[in-house]
């Protein structure tokens, strides 16, 4: 009995911990669908990720390399040690099907975008396509995107081209008008066929 007792302590213990932890993270912008900036190992080049899950179990994420899940105190460590940074930007997690957000003037002047990987990635991105969230944006971007994906990676630069039809427009979760990434809250099949000058 007295066992039971001490188990019974502990969880409510825990219990009320988690829930301060869920506080915490909440008002810092970690929640389904934001989309965050990952800092851990580039300050100037971060990863683009877009919060699943948030709760009890922990705090689990998509991004370009796939995704991933951590404790609700290591999510709230990467969140006090500046390395995950909200954008203030929300897409859709994935389970929400049938909900659309709001369209933007912004994409009706755009016919192409460009998306930078590395070589390394390429048989993922033909068998799965480009896993949400992911950066599209000018050529420049795409090729700077590139180079931090190859320091991650290693092989090559590779620079994907599609047409801006190719996307579902009211998928897009746009940054301040002069800035030039567009990020993609859905997951997108890719035609690779030839290379052309490192572009795709």
Do not use: C
Not at 37 to 59: A, M, Q, T, W, Y
Not at 105 to 116: A, P
Not at 144 to 162: K, Y
Request: proline share 4%.
């Amino acid at each position: 009995m007295k066992k039971l007792l001490t188990e019974w302590r502990k969880f409510l213990k825990e219990s009320r911990v988690s829930t301060q932890y869920l506080q915490k993270l909440e008002a810092a912008g970690i929640v389904p669908g934001a989309v965050i900036r990952d800092h851990e190992f580039s300050e100037e080049k971060p990863l683009i990720i877009k919060i699943e899950k948030v709760d009890e179990n922990g705090v689990s994420w998509t991004d370009s390399l796939g995704g991933g899940e951590i404790d609700l105190y290591s999510a709230l460590e990467a969140v006090n040690s500046g390395d995950w940074r909200a954008t203030g930007e929300m897409g859709l997690p994935s389970y929400f099907k049938g909900i659309d957000p709001p369209k933007s003037k912004r994409l009706d002047n755009i016919t192409e975008l460009f998306y930078g990987t590395s070589t390394a990635l390429k048989d993922s991105l033909v068998e799965n396509g480009v896993p949400a969230p992911s950066e599209w944006g000018n050529y420049e971007l795409a090729e700077s995107n590139a180079a931090a994906s190859v320091d991650r990676h290693g092989g090559e630069m590779m620079v994907v081209s599609l047409s801006i039809d190719d996307f579902d427009k009211s998928k897009f979760s746009l940054y301040e008008e002069k800035d030039p990434r567009l990020v993609y809250t859905e997951d997108i099949k890719l035609q690779i066929q030839k290379m052309d000058r490192g572009v795709i």
